[in-house]
């Protein structure tokens, strides 16, 4: 869909080649697994859960600026470290293999409002499947965006600057809402499916209880603190919502990705899928606490390359890869936090917008464009 | 309101509290063995017996019921980052003083969780505890006579009735390849020496097999005596079949340490409908190996089907166990024990 297909100069056999390459790296990642990793994911989740205690410990002195700071500061990290390092890998199953049910895909619930079943859906099958399909992955654009030039240009899309910024502020709710497919089951027809009614039931429970516990129930403990408290809760699940937006987008959005119709996936080897991973995604670079407060989606092309591989992991496999993209000549995209969400948010303006038209077009570009 | 109800309703409003998590996610942090705490243990010494052998200390959580002699527990723990599930006999008493338990174990070759106790295990870990069962105990009105007929590892179970009961007058035949294979050796020469036990001593490596059929001559009295046996399937079947000739079928009473399997299943399509996983199995391996090979949260014990620590239900197809070949379809309510069952057909699992 691409106008200039990236991956053109490899050939069959090679990227048949390049698929083996890449299951060499992840069966060596797999028969290493151990005690080290075991032990890692043990303590990351011990310190989340000691960081998220004092730290709402701290906010029932709330009323006292000092500790609003520092209560909301420890818990929005706290709820970043939940949600990314935690939460989202242990549901991709990364932890499994150690057979521990309390550390589970199958048993894990996590501090967010969609249920976990459900995003393990949308998200783990979906999404990771799909990844970057224009009109099956809902993640690009969450169905409210243009993502791409080729997309037809609606006056509509001259907002989406604004929905973004909202996505951004409230995302668990935007996820949430997706992995239900409001947009398209809130047809009339669509609306009374027992199906999803259970689902949106399902959802409504979870929403219940969460704000229950952050803006009910923990603002009541702090007394006298209940206002400020309140608001440092919501200052958390905003501080939260904003960093986990941001450092999805850098995932997908910048420039370099590419994106893929329907039509390309069809029949699609082994081989062609790792590519596809390859070039529909992006990295973040950075230091150790940014890939662990990222939970190691800094490593996003690794991560889609192998889902289910444990986080602590990535950084190592992602020396490999990068090798195997020099190797294929193909461009590994990544770039600081701030380069990242600045070129992700350049593009959502860019294609608020209707195309330019290009000024002078070359022969060659112009075929190119006639195949895609 | 009571206080029981009490503490209900204050727990439910703790929930509320730690939602999506529990009240003891957190508690566990600091208290892993604390009374209400799922059931723990944190190993605190172990001791050499043989050059592969170890007595394993273990201090129970709050929630321990305690065990009679004889009986075994299932134990979970990491072994390279895996929580692996095994049984062993409890040699500690009953009455032990300082209230911690021991298991004895023997590494067995390629056995992941033998190997890694009896070399590897660190006082102070926090392992997995179930509940003490098994039915190879004393009756509660201790018999006159006993014979205890143990080869191997099988004296485990025996060391912690030994140790738990003072009987009158008790003979152990137990057979070991070599002396320095002797688990419990030098306790068991001291009970010999405070005459509390008479001991027959077989090193197989030298002395040969022992011949149940020739059990009289060194156990004269063997036929009034009540009999615990623990040992090899082929000791067993063997005792098995000399006490039923010999008409005292009921006091003999036997442990088996590992299924005898007789019958391979036919295999099939193995799904695991809760986590939608579906895999090919053969008819010889046990269902619960299939799932833990994919990936699927598989609850196991013994690994032998004693423990039923393992019992799923079968939501659909048929089962074959694997030490009777007797088939089991699926219908409301049929839990099957994966550990000693082989797919016979295609089947789906709640799991």
Redesign the interface.
């Given at each position: 869909m691409t106008a200039i297909d990236p991956t053109a100069h490899l050939t069959d056999e090679q990227i048949e080649e390049l698929g083996r390459e890449l299951d060499a790296i992840r069966d060596e990642v797999i028969a290493s697994r151990g005690e080290k990793d075991a032990a890692y994911i043990r303590k990351v989740i011990s310190v989340q859960r000691k960081l998220e205690l004092t730290s709402r410990g701290i906010l029932l002195f709330s009323i006292f600026p000092p500790a609003w700071l520092i209560g909301t500061a420890g818990l929005s990290v706290a709820k970043i470290l939940e949600n990314m390092e935690i939460g989202h890998n242990v549901l991709h199953g990364q932890w499994d293999w150690m057979r521990d049910p309390k550390i589970h895909s199958t048993t894990w619930e996590w501090d967010h409002v969609s249920p976990a079943d459900q995003w393990k859906h949308s998200h783990n099958e979906l999404h990771h499947t799909y990844t970057n399909v224009i009109g099956k992955d809902n993640d690009l654009g969450y169905g409210i965006m243009r993502v791409d030039e080729d997309q037809k240009w609606h006056p509509i899309h001259l907002g989406q600057p604004l929905w973004n910024f909202i996505n951004a502020c409230f995302f668990e709710y935007g996820i949430a809402a997706y992995d239900l497919e409001l947009g398209k089951n809130l047809h009339k027809r669509r609306r009374k499916n027992p199906e999803f009614r259970a689902r949106a039931k399902a959802v409504g429970r979870k929403i219940r209880k969460q704000v229950l516990k952050d803006y009910v129930i923990h603002p009541l403990l702090s007394g006298p603190s209940f206002l400020t408290t309140l608001a440092a809760t919501f200052t958390a699940n905003l501080v939260r919502n904003l960093w986990s937006h941001s450092v999805i987008m850098c995932g997908h959005f910048p420039e370099g990705v590419q994106v893929f119709e329907r039509r390309s996936i069809e029949g699609e080897t082994r081989g062609q899928w790792y590519l596809r991973q390859m070039m529909g995604s992006a990295n973040i670079s950075g230091s150790k606490l940014m890939h662990l407060m990222t939970g190691n989606l800094s490593h996003q092309i690794e991560h889609h390359l192998f889902p289910d591989l444990p986080s602590n992991r990535y950084a190592e496999v992602a020396v490999k890869v990068r090798a195997l993209f020099e190797k294929y000549e193909l461009e590994y995209v990544t770039g600081s936090l701030p380069k990242q969400v600045f070129s992700a948010w350049h593009k959502v303006f860019r294609l608020s917008l209707p195309n330019k038209k290009p000024k002078v077009q070359t022969p060659d570009r112009e075929k190119e464009l006639v195949a895609a | 309101m009571t206080s029981a109800a009490l503490r209900s309703r204050a727990w439910k409003l703790l929930e509320?509290?730690t939602?999506?998590?529990l009240p003891s996610?957190?508690l566990d942090?600091v208290s892993p063995l604390r009374a209400g705490a799922d059931l723990r243990g944190r190993i605190e010494a172990v001791h050499p017996e043989t050059p592969d052998a170890a007595t394993i200390v273990i201090r129970p959580g709050r929630g321990w019921r305690g065990h009679r002699a004889g009986q075994y527990i299932r134990i979970g723990i990491?072994v390279?980052?895996?929580?692996?599930w095994r049984a062993y006999s409890v040699t500690s008493p009953a009455n032990r003083a300082d209230g911690r338990i021991t298991i004895t174990v023997k590494a067995i070759p390629d056995g992941k969780v033998s190997n890694h106790l009896v070399r590897d295990a660190k006082p102070g870990t926090v392992i997995q505890l179930d509940q003490a069962c098994g039915d190879f105990v004393l009756p509660e009105t201790k018999p006159a006579k006993v014979l205890y007929l143990t080869a191997g590892s099988g004296i485990t179970p025996a060391m912690g009735m030994l140790r738990d009961a003072e009987l009158d007058d008790v003979v152990m035949v137990h057979s070991a390849p070599r002396k320095e294979d002797v688990i419990f050796r030098n306790d068991l020469h001291d009970l010999v020496a405070d005459k509390k036990l008479r001991l027959v001593e077989l090193h197989t490596d030298t002395d040969g097999m022992l011949d149940v059929a020739r059990l009289h001559e060194l156990v004269p009295d063997w036929a009034e005596r009540e009999t615990w046996a623990c040992g090899p399937a082929g000791l067993l079947d063997a005792a098995e079949e000399h006490w039923t000739a010999h008409g005292l079928a009921d006091s003999l009473h036997t442990e088996r340490f590992r299924p005898s399997v007789v019958v391979a299943g036919d295999g099939g399509e193995v799904t695991f409908s809760?986590?939608g996983t579906t895999v090919e199995a053969d008819g010889a391996t046990p269902l619960l190996d299939v799932g833990?090979e994919a990936?699927v949260?598989?609850p196991s014990g013994c690994r032998m089907g004693i423990c039923f620590g393992c019992v799923t239900p079968l939501k659909a197809g048929a089962v074959r166990d694997l030490r009777t070949g007797e088939i089991t379809e699926a219908e409301p309510g049929v839990l099957i024990q994966t550990c000693v069952s082989a797919a016979a057909g295609p089947c789906d699992l709640e799991r």
């Open positions: - | 509320l509290v939602t999506p998590l996610d957190y942090l990491d390279d980052g895996v929580r692996l809760t986590t833990e990936g949260l598989m």
